[in-house]
């Protein structure tokens, strides 16, 4: 190339007679050769030994190397190179060499490339020759101007001569084969046709090795893709004795339960199955030693979908993952049986549910024609209204947007009595009639429903309360009216943490039992008229202050705090209190006076809550 480096020293021929000697067909003593044969055999086998090659295992730069080496040995030239063009386009790399060392080689293609532009005016010989299709020649590096960009060059590579002959492959230049000598050298036609003949057979070399990378790349793909197919259709065959199997269980009426058995078998790791939006488990099927809870950060979900809702999970652990191909297949085929197995129990479930809606409905409200028919309708259900239930409700706190998933999750929690209860809604509360013979079994029943409710995020705003046990159809209405009245009591009173009963809620469970709202909101009047009078005459806050006082067991700064007032304020309107009442709160009598009837006006408020008869589950 144009900017070579030092080279290994060889014996060099001096000035004109280096000219006349080679490619002349006379020895180094201008004697002539005994025969055209003695000179033709080297060329031969030459061309024999760069055939062989191609026809064997070496590689293009292998090939590419021989053919500078026979350039050189030949023609009698210090070292020779073949150089093509690099990836981009824009410049000539050295491929093959004969001559130069691996590090020079490497350092010029890294650092000094031939450049295919025009530099300072003038074209390096072998751009030159590679553009133009045409030999490029330089008998004297030093004497021609034009090589001047690349004489410091060729000082310091030590070569005063070269030739870039262009090298073509079925008709398309594809690099350059370049010679050199460290003596001023005019390469004659002759020597410029047997560089001709060498380049043409570092065309045939580079066209040959491109078809051979090129049949190796086709082979290379043909087999990726026979391998590809073969995975496919191995996949293809197992992805249908999964679908086979999966298919089979809903055929024989095997449910989410089988569904989740022939999974787990083939997965081999435990397969939960959870309802949705509940999110209670529906099946689980244990293949491993491996535990997990759904929704842990340890487990895998697939959606069950029906249409654009998700109606269940598949959960796996994450000990399993990555997942094959056949696994995911596995999944998603699991995952559609599932859906139509939802979908048959949704629908028979929906149907009792209704039932179960209607039946609760009508007995809350006490709708005479819906009594005579309600045991008759529950009796179809598996259920016996003879025998003694409890009112449960769930007070949703005007939670709307959580309503629909505590209902779903109250109706998953009703499956678990023997036998079911029944399960509706009375505007916003959900409401279960569940069946037991003590009230306390009852109320353990409730909070399993409340920490399930929390540990889905949907309890912390609901309050619980179970009514005493109904032993008749006309016990009902009543027994909701104060349930649900011990609810609201219980949140007012800060304690829907706990299921409330009426034995928990002391005088007021008493209260809740008397169920006559007007007789309590009279008694309430009776005792506080005077406070209550002045209140709406000065548009003070004793009837307030009252029951922050009691609340806080009468302690004066705790009441100043939650009311955000001085203790003086307080002390002020208690003794206003007593002044207008004719009583002294230090006695016992009148504490509790005043503490029945705050009691009786917030039960009253609590009974007077919705009805039922306004929904239905």
């Known amino acids: 190339m144009d900017t070579v480096g030092s080279v290994d020293t060889v014996d060099t021929m001096d000035g004109m007679d280096a000219v006349d000697a080679v490619g002349t067909g006379d020895d180094a003593t201008g004697t002539p050769d005994s025969s055209g044969a003695d ?55 050295i491929t093959g060499s004969h001559g130069l060392s691996p590090d020079y080689v490497r350092q010029v293609n890294a650092d000094r490339p031939v450049v295919l532009t025009v530099e300072e005016g003038v074209q390096a010989p072998s751009s030159k020759a590679f553009l133009t299709g045409e030999s490029v020649q330089v008998p004297d590096t030093i004497a021609d101007a034009e090589f001047l960009p690349w004489g410091g060059v060729a000082r310091e590579q030590g070569y005063r ?75 293809l065959r197992r992805g249908e004795a999964v679908h086979e199997q999966l298919t089979q269980v809903a055929l024989r009426g095997g449910g989410v339960t089988g569904v989740a058995a022939s999974l787990a078998d ?93 039946i609760v409905t009508d007995l809350l409200a006490g709708n005479p024609m819906g009594l005579v028919t309600a045991g008759e309708r529950a009796a179809r259900l598996g259920i016996d209204l003879g025998s003694a239930h409890a009112v449960l409700v769930v007070q949703g706190g005007g939670r709307r947007s959580a309503a629909a998933r505590v209902l779903s999750v ?37 909070g399993e429903l409340q920490r399930q409710l929390v540990r889905l995020d949907l309890g912390t705003e609901l309050a619980f309360a179970v009514s005493p046990l109904c032993t008749s159809l006309g016990d009902y209405p009543a027994a909701y009216r104060r349930a649900r009245g011990a609810a609201t009591v219980a949140r007012l009173r800060g304690q829907a943490a706990t299921v409330a009963s009426f034995g928990s809620l002391g005088l007021y469970g008493l209260l809740l039992q008397l169920e006559d709202v007007a007789e309590l909101r009279r008694f ?83 009974l007077a809550g919705p009805q039922a008869g306004t929904g239905a589950g």
């Open 39 to 93: 000179r033709l055999r080297p060329w031969l086998e030459a061309i024999a030994d760069i055939a062989t090659a191609l026809n064997g295992p070496a590689s293009l730069p292998e090939v590419l190397d021989l053919v500078a080496e026979t350039a050189a040995n030949l023609l009698g030239y210090d070292f020779c190179a073949v150089l093509l063009p690099a990836e981009d386009g824009e410049s000539l790399l």
């Open 161 to 235: 001569s070269m030739i870039s002959v262009p090298v073509e492959a079925s008709g398309v230049r594809v690099g350059t084969l370049n010679c050199y000598t460290r003596v001023p050298h005019l390469f004659g036609e002759e020597e410029q046709e047997l560089l001709a003949l060498l380049a043409d057979q570092a065309g045939v070399a580079i066209q040959t090795a491109r078809l051979r990378d090129r049949e190796a790349s086709t082979i290379e793909d043909l087999l990726t893709a026979n391998t590809t197919l073969a995975e496919q259709h191995e996949l």
């Open 266 to 358: 083939l997965l081999g790791t435990t397969v939960v199955v959870t309802e949705e939006p509940s999110g209670v488990e529906l099946a689980r099927a244990e293949r491993s030693d491996v535990r997990f809870v759904p929704q842990d950060a340890d487990a895998h979900s697939t959606p069950v979908l029906l249409g654009q809702d998700t109606v269940a999970r598949i959960w796996v652990s994450r000990s399993v993952l990555p997942l094959s191909a056949l696994d995911v297949r596995a999944l998603e085929h699991a995952a559609t049986v599932s859906a139509l197995e939802v979908l048959r129990a949704r629908t028979a479930l929906e149907v009792e549910w209704r039932l179960s809606g209607e």
């Open 410 to 446: 109250a109706r998953s929690h009703a499956t678990r009595a023997q036998p079911p209860a029944l399960v509706g809604t009375v505007a916003e509360d959900v409401v279960l009639l569940w069946p037991g013979t003590e009230v306390d079994e009852v109320v353990r029943s409730a």
């Open 524 to 606: 309430a009047d009776e005792v506080l008229a005077p406070v209550r009078n002045h209140d709406a005459a000065r548009g003070t806050a004793l009837e307030e202050t009252l029951r922050a006082y009691l609340a806080h067991d009468l302690n004066t700064a705790a009441t100043a705090a939650s009311l955000f007032v001085h203790p003086n304020t307080v002390g002020l309107r208690i003794r206003k209190v007593e002044q207008l009442l004719g009583i002294s709160t230090t006695h016992v009598r009148s504490l509790a006076e005043l503490t029945v009837a705050l009691g009786a006006d917030e039960v009253a408020d609590a």
